[in-house]
């Protein structure tokens, strides 16, 4: 998930294929990058919440002007 705008999105929902815990595997916001560290500490558990045509959803926390990946953890 890109952010190109200067504001960060607390609570962003994002459809998910699969249910479980979805590990944030980048964040180009990552203090490790010079960024300001706004993350996900680490994954998300995701929902039963049908989202953009996914029978799962995650609430994420969308840096600005950065990039998150999550990967689902099996």
Not at 24 to 45: F, H, K, P, R
């Amino acid at each position: 998930m890109v952010n190109a705008t200067p504001v960060v999105h607390h609570n962003y929902r994002l459809g998910v294929p699969e249910g479980g815990f979805w590990r944030e595997i980048i964040n180009t916001d990552a203090e490790t990058y010079g960024g300001s560290n706004v993350g996900n500490y680490g994954g998300v558990q995701s929902e039963d919440q049908q989202w953009m045509g996914r029978q799962h959803s995650i609430l994420i926390h969308l840096p600005s002007l950065a990039t998150v990946a999550f990967k689902l953890e099996r």
